[in-house]
């Protein structure tokens, strides 16, 4: 940045694969134009989302770099005011809410009084993820670090008096325009950094990086010849990259937004251990018209790499840990507490991204809040405590015992804490002071008691979890009642809406909710409305303790794992920030080809431009029943993973290939064993965290079922049910993932398999884990008198923001493809069902019917169309760009086609 293992499962039979091409998938960003923030990704730097502007800065400051915080997702940025002090900020990107860390500008000084100031026009800036510090440096050779949780310097040499700064860059360079650390992960436990310097072209390792020793200088080349680049505008490394061992040499390659003499700021791929750069494009071209200016660049991690982060509290100590490895945790002592002291609560503050800790004294009864630090777990305390009376002025303590629920409100920036004895009170983030309740009455009354469903509150946490939000709801948990209630309005105490918290259908009895929090991406329209989507919590049950996703509108649980090993309650828990990347309105970039029954089984992925990344021959030795493919990003490597699922002759099977290294990821055998009919696979995300869910499905023989295993596990199913309402049909079913209401969640379309009329159902994504509801009446997506089923994919063709139904003729018919307004079906409640698109796809005269998919192979708002031949009708793969797929009635030109393996048995697309 600069201004100019999750449980995997696999089987006893290894497929052969033939790795051939790595390509990363799009990933989100963001670039700092002046003052305005960019969002885009990073496979198409030309085309930018709407900019958002960035308020709140102090007078004459400017931004010079911004950077992601591994530790808390959430985005910083730093300011220079021009006479030689910086100041740290939390940046919202959905609001562009700027608020600063540190009272004013900093600099270092001689231990005297007086500054020192920070020369430089270039700075650097990035994340230590290993120790959760800021490395800055300049164009002047000055290197330092920032502590997040302060905004303040961190003193490079403790033997001198005052703040100063690390050693000056020296070695194979003097100077340094950006730098950018590998592994951006929270929790990391090794990195290396890496330097552009724009004097030399050189792409640099500093080692060690407190020294400023720049070696291993490589001079950036394009095509040959030496990259000449006059900028560097910023500088990332995504976190795939990632070393054992720190200061290690990366493999892998890094991200720079580069200004050349010819050339306006463009986005290049450097391979960290060549220099060897590739164009990717220029920044906002196709968007402005011309390439624009940038001072930063920041590359978002997707949360599928390891999950959500948490911080909560075990045991006296600080506990880091992600969503899908929860039993995996990193620890540090939390200090700073007086006697009989413990911290019984904690939230992310999203205007700062500080973690802010409840503090009791068990004995005393009082309370406090203060500044902790997730890495080293010291604590800085926020005023002198909380003074709360009651309505006869007597002040009011909590016992020992007492369960407290922590979060802050987002759009006043204020801690909102219930208790289980019922005290419900706010206090100020800023001051460590009560907010009154009741300004009639003497002292700092605290809110309205519980009440309502219940009245006691053990965990509770709001929605729409970013600075300056406009409205938000807020969600309590009570283990007294075991369910999860809304809390309107908050102030008045009153518990309503209340579901029973179940896991599996079957409701569960949590002694204790010691934690709870919402992620930024559930958000809500309407101020106290419920919301879509899914909030974590660290329930006791049965004496262990463990974290659960708890769907928001049915309070359906999933049980993720033990926090640790599960003996010492969480107390608190706080998500951070995630980048929930969806494809569920325009697919993924990469798509999938299997071969048809009758061939040896195969299975290939391909890049959007149709280069081959893996060639899979996957199940035993002889197979020719075919391979059913799906593609999506599990393991979080930037890289979609290839799903394969095996054809009629053997009992059913599906594994999920490693879209990078070619490795089995995952294996299961999803129905009996003596069911050999074949399955379909689909891949998405149904729970709305970012992570994609793998559905599987039934060929002939088996009834219309649908399972869906959650993140690739087989030991979580998030919903098995039949998706078309007749459990006697035979004829198998087909699925399909897309966002058709625009909720953010995908959703589950079913379509009637072979013998079967053209019949589709669509299913609400939120309502999967408990009861399955359609979006809207099941309709035909073709004549009703035809009994060969349908192919299905959703996708957003006509770019409303909401996925349309894709609808491919079944066996014995013609290539039939029809496309149906996913946001009319849901308005008409299925009853207004003109196609916006309806014509023969491929080779017109084939009657092995046409197999569909959705995907993004052009980077635009619109979902490409990609069809397979039928069986018999060879192997054509089949491409339709969404810009040209629309009701004229005629075939639209073709993108590309391409006959995917030799033969003419058919082709399944994924």
Known sequence: MTNINRRLMTSSFRPQVTPLEDRTTPTAAYALSGSTLFSFDTATPTVLAPGVAVTGLGAGENLVGIDIRPQNGQLYGLTSNGAGAVRLYAISPTTGAAVALSATPVQFDDGGGNPIAITGTNFGFDFNPTVDRIRVVTDTGVNFRINPNTGGIVDGNAGTAGINPDGAINGDTTTADAVAYTNNAPNATATTLYALDAASNKLELLNPPNNGTATNGTVVTLNGSTLDFTAVNGFDIPAGVAVGTSNAAATGSALAILTTASSAPAL??????????????????????????????????????????????????????????????????????????????????????????????????????????????????????????????????????????????????????????????????????????????AGAQPDAALNGGSTKGDATAYTNSFNKATVTTQYTLDASTDKLYIQNPPNAGTLTNGVTITVGGTAIDFTDATGFDIPSTVQVSTANAAATGVGYASLTVAGSTALYSINLVTGAAAKLGLIGTGTTPAVGLSAGEVAITSTGLTGTSSFAAGTDAGAAASAKLFNADRTVAQTVTPFSTGFTGGVRTATADFNGDGVNDLVVGSGPGIASDVRIIDG???????????????????????????????????????????????????????????????????????????????????????????????????????????????????????????????????????????????????????????????????????????????????????????????????????????????????????????????????????????????????????????
């Open 660 to 910: 990078k290294t070619g490795t089995e990821l995952f294996a299961v055998a999803p129905f009996e064993a003596a069911f050999t009919g074949g399955v379909y696979v689909a891949a998405g995300d149904v729970t709305g965290d970012g992570i994609p869910e793998l559905v599987v499905t039934p060929d002939q023989g088996g009834g219309p079922r649908v399972r869906i295993f959650r993140s690739g596990d087989p030991t979580q199913v998030v919903a098995d049910f039949f998706g078309i309402a007749d459990p006697n049909f035979r004829g198998g079913a087909r699925a399909a993932i897309g966002d058709v209401n625009g909720d953010g969640v995908g959703d589950l379309g079913v379509a009637a398999g072979f013998g079967g009329g053209p019949r589709v159902a669509v299913f609400d994504g939120t309502t999967l884990a408990a009861t399955p509801t359609r979006l809207f009446n099941d309709f035909f997506a073709f004549e009703t008198t035809l009994r060969n089923g349908v192919f299905l994919a959703l996708g957003d063709i006509d770019g409303d923001g909401k996925a349309d139904i894709v609808a491919g003729g079944g066996p014995g018919g013609g290539p039939r493809v029809t496309v149906f307004n996913g946001a009319t079906l849901v308005s008409s409640s299925g009853g207004t069902i003109t196609p916006i698109a309806n014509f023969f796809a491929g080779d017109a005269a084939n009657r092995g019917g046409i197999r569909v998919t959705v995907k993004n192979l052009d980077g635009d708002s619109k979902a490409d169309l990609i069809v397979g031949s039928g069986t018999g009708a060879g192997t054509r793969v089949t491409a339709y760009a969404g810009t040209t797929v629309n009701g004229a009635g005629t075939t639209p030109a073709e993108l590309f086609a391409f006959d995917a393996f030799s033969g003419s048995t058919g082709v399944f697309v994924g």
């Open 268 to 441: 290049y791929s450097i391979d960290l251990a060549t220099a060897k750069a590739t164009l990717v494009g220029n920044v906002g071209i196709a968007s402005t018209g011309s390439a624009v200016t940038v001072q930063g660049f920041a590359v978002q991690p997707n949360a599928s790499a390891t999950g959500i982060p948490f911080v909560g509290v075990a045991g006296g100590n600080v506990v880091r840990f992600n969503s899908l490895t929860p039993g995996t945790t990193a620890t540090a002592a939390i200090t700073g507490l007086a006697a009989n002291e413990s911290v019984v609560g904690i939230d992310r503050r999203p205007a700062t991204g500080q973690y802010l800790a409840l503090i009791q004294n068990s004995v005393a009864g009082t309370v406090r809040i203060a500044v902790l630090d997730p890495q080293t777990g010291g604590t800085t305390a926020i005023g002198a405590g909380i003074s709360l009376v009651d309505a006869a002025g007597a002040a009011i303590t909590f016992p020992a015992g007492t369960a407290f629920g922590v979060d802050i409100n987002p759009t006043v920036d204020k801690l909102r804490v219930v208790a289980s004895t019922g005290t419900n009170f706010r206090v100020d983030p800023t001051t460590g002071a009560a907010v009154d309740g009741d300004a009639t009455a």
